[in-house]
């Protein structure tokens, strides 16, 4: 079977040659981070400097690719298709390309703070990741979360956000909605990270998706103003290792957070938003008072009324 999606990795010298040999097909809206767009017949050619990686696409992608030699990388094909497509989902060769992923724990959640991480996995470290086992979080313990974390939070950048429930409450009671809060979290993430890794520039931002991208940007009052195109997708951490660093790194925090909360409380807290959560909501109520929640959990979740019931009922 032919192949109609391939990606090479090429020097900075063959690239510049193969930028000089398109020249006459380039097209000058390349994507941002790309050297240059090349659309010849039944081939679409896509060059990025900074990771030497060149995207062949169309049905002449394979003999294209063929006329320059270079090491082909392994092309995983997309997932999620039954989610509804938009103009931001992320290129074929997302996992090829050096990316910040972004994600975050917490949000449904009764108890405890909303964690956001941005980690950046630049291609150096991909192999060091995969061997340390980062993956979708959800399918790791959360003992092997926290030791990944451990060694995974001193050799990748990443920039993380707590926003503890007293301040959560505040904000949500002033009129913001989870979801702008989530998405102001993210983009600050993605800013500061992108500050702190500079001048290093990663090919992309990929946002581990919770609300349509066209919301998000309504949230952040507009488009990001960076230089590099921000993707969204769900269930980004099972195929994005920068995602699954980020979500590894948030449930860390989170996990920490809880930790030193239940410390605090004299009572260790239930994860989660199920009845053992309303019963124990309802038991911190009778022994401290309804405010010490405010401290503590999410009180616009309908656990609050429901722990009340509870309570009233004792
Ligand atoms: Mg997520």
Redesign the pocket.
Known sequence: MTKNNIIKTFPPTVIAKMKQFYQDWSITSAPPGAVFLAKLDNVTITAYQKSGKVMFQGANAEYEASIWGGEEQLVVSKENSQNSSHNYEPPANVTALSLIGS??TGTGDYFGPITVVAAYVAPENRLKCQNLGVKDSKLLSDQEILDIAEELMNFIPFSLLVLRNRQYNELQQGGKNQGELKARLHEQAITKLLERIAPVTPDAVLI?Q?CSPNTYFKYINGKPNRSIPTYFKTKA?SFSLSVAAA?IIARTAFIKEMDIMSEKLGHAIPKGASHTVDQFAAKIMMEQGIETLNDYAKMHFANTQKAKLLAEKQ
Request: proline share 0%; charged share 65%; glycine share 0%.
């Open positions: 994600d975050e581990d919770f951490e979500s």
